[in-house]
């Protein structure tokens, strides 16, 4: 297969492409790695916001650990 041929592949694979999320990772593939950018900044505002939540919470000791969790998980499916 050819540039060319190879190119055009890639334009229907990408075309038939509907997820957003998938999208932004192929053009984070394409992109230039000598720009230096921050995963962080290519986030949505509400992902940011749903990490700074979280980020929060957690310097506030609203933390639920490990082992709480799992005794959760073993109550509800019964393992």
Known sequence: ???IELKSDLHGLI???SDNNVLQAVKVLLTNKSEKTDWFDELSEEEQKL???GISEA????LITHEEIMAEVKKRYNI
Do not use: H, P, V
């Open 15 to 17: 075309d038939r492409i």
């Open 1 to 3: 297969m050819d540039t």
């Open 51 to 53: 990490i700074e939540q």
């Open 59 to 62: 310097d506030d000791g609203e």
